[in-house]
């Protein structure tokens, strides 16, 4: 199954997984608390947001709101509520299901982010250990420390390059992308497309080359946090060039 299924899959039960439990639950309305019902909406729209998909989730909220009431409060079989009590249960559950489904989307994401820095952690780590061993070649370092940069950057290319050009747009060292000293918003524009991007690699503030980084085929928008991690990275091969070291 493809994402694409799998997305239109969630999105067809957050609207028909309601409508099924608020119509088992009302063969047995008479014996159970409209408010316990509602709390069990709540489960479903629960399951539906831990999917991360945010559409889902609003969907779920509502489609549980109006079976609720179509099924569950007084006249039942139609879309209206004549008791004060419902009217405030159908608009809590309403209300409730919308806040869990942003809270379950807000977890998921710190848990992305999480992952992420971890992962960004770990390459950092990584090229630190190959540097502090002094046990492979400068070459291998750099493939490993490019792969790496291409990764955190999401871009097509990182290529390592000992020549640097004034000219080409540079990824400095506090993160920001200039060309020509003015700043490319990135988190808008994304890194340029038409041309390469440079990043130099320093070590105790010599310039010993630059990865040349490509983002030709889409936008790539990397936040500050991801190309910090890339600058790091880089500095750990500026470490290893200015250190003795046999090349394979």
Do not use: K
Not at 126 to 140: K, L, M, N
């Amino acid at each position: 199954m493809t994402t694409l299924e799998r997305e239109w899959l969630v999105l067809a039960a957050a609207v028909v997984v309601p409508f099924a439990a608020c119509g088992i639950a009302s063969s047995f309305r008479d014996d159970v608390e409209n408010t316990n019902l509602a709390l069990g909406l709540v489960l479903i729209v629960v399951a539906v947001a831990a999917t991360g998909q945010r559409v889902a989730g609003v969907m779920a909220a509502l489609s549980s709101a109006i079976w609720f009431d179509f099924f569950l409060t007084e006249p039942f079989n139609r879309f209206t509520i004549d008791d004060r009590n419902d009217v405030e249960t159908t608009v809590l559950l309403t209300l409730v299901s919308l806040a869990v489904t942003e809270i379950a989307l807000w977890g998921r994401r710190q848990q992305a982010q999480s992952s992420r820095r971890e992962g960004y952690l770990s390459g950092v780590l990584s090229a630190a250990g190959v540097v502090a061993s002094a046990s492979s070649p400068s070459s291998a370092l750099i493939e490993h420390v490019a792969t790496q940069i291409t990764n955190i950057l999401d871009i097509d290319d990182c290529r390592f390059d000992t020549s640097t050009g004034s000219a080409r747009p540079r990824l400095n060292r506090d993160g920001s992308v200039s060309r020509h000293g003015h700043d490319i918003r990135v988190e808008r524009d994304g890194l340029p497309t038409h041309e390469v991007t440079e990043l130099l690699i320093e070590y105790e503030g010599v310039v010993r080359a630059c990865f040349l980084l490509t983002a030709a085929t889409q936008v790539s928008r990397p936040d500050l946090e991801q190309r910090r991690v890339a600058v790091a990275l880089a500095d750990q091969v500026g470490a290893a060039l200015a250190a003795p070291r046999t090349d394979a």
